[in-house]
């Protein structure tokens, strides 16, 4: 197979491969189930307080992050859900670095409407996991991931991808790679 530095793109067979790897030295844990027509489908997925990086006066969030494999752009794409925010003000205290759209009468249109620079993400039925759940717009971790191959970052698609969401998610640390860590640079 040929290697591919600068690619922002993967198959659904090198994800679950790097998805393998992440889950050898990392809290993430490595999900699977069969699809509809048999297929296997498989994601990462961490659980943690994301209360834990914010002020101490905020409610501490419970979140479910999963990292899926989204097919119609071939790239990484960030889901979440919660178990404690009751209010979509709530939501925007824990995750401030996305831009939240599409929850029912809870964000105004000029919210939805204005331009960010912040990544999308959607409040959505996710078809591989079978639930509702928060999704960034595969358009934008595409361009997150480009962008960061423009400035010269190596390694394989998904630990860009997880460095480059931090930007934007509050992950737990150590569920971030490092920069060239642990053989990233050698994997595309």
Not at 14 to 20: D, H
Not at 153 to 163: A, K, P
């Amino acid at each position: 197979m040929k290697i591919d530095a600068a690619a922002v793109h993967c198959t659904r067979e090198s994800f679950s491969q790097y998805a393998r790897q992440r889950c050898a030295d990392s809290p993430w844990e490595l999900r699977s189930k069969r699809d509809a027509f048999g297929a296997s489908v498989e994601w990462l997925e961490a659980t943690y307080n994301v209360g834990s990086s914010l002020e101490a006066t905020t409610r501490a969030v419970v979140t479910t992050v999963c990292i899926l494999f989204n097919a119609d752009y071939a790239v990484p794409q960030l889901g979440f859900y919660n178990s404690t925010v009751t209010s979509l003000a709530d939501l925007r205290v824990a995750v401030p670095n996305l831009t939240l759209v599409n929850m029912p009468s809870s964000v105004a249109l000029a919210d939805a409407m204005g331009a960010s620079r912040q990544p999308l993400a959607s409040f959505s039925w996710c078809q591989e996991l079978g639930q509702y759940m928060w999704l960034v717009h595969p358009c934008d971790t595409e361009n997150v991931l480009r962008c960061r191959r423009y400035d010269g970052e190596q390694g394989d698609v998904l630990s860009i991808f997880l460095r480059a969401m931090s930007d934007y998610f509050p992950f737990a640390p150590p569920l971030v790679p490092r920069a060239g860590g642990s053989g990233d640079a050698a994997r595309t």
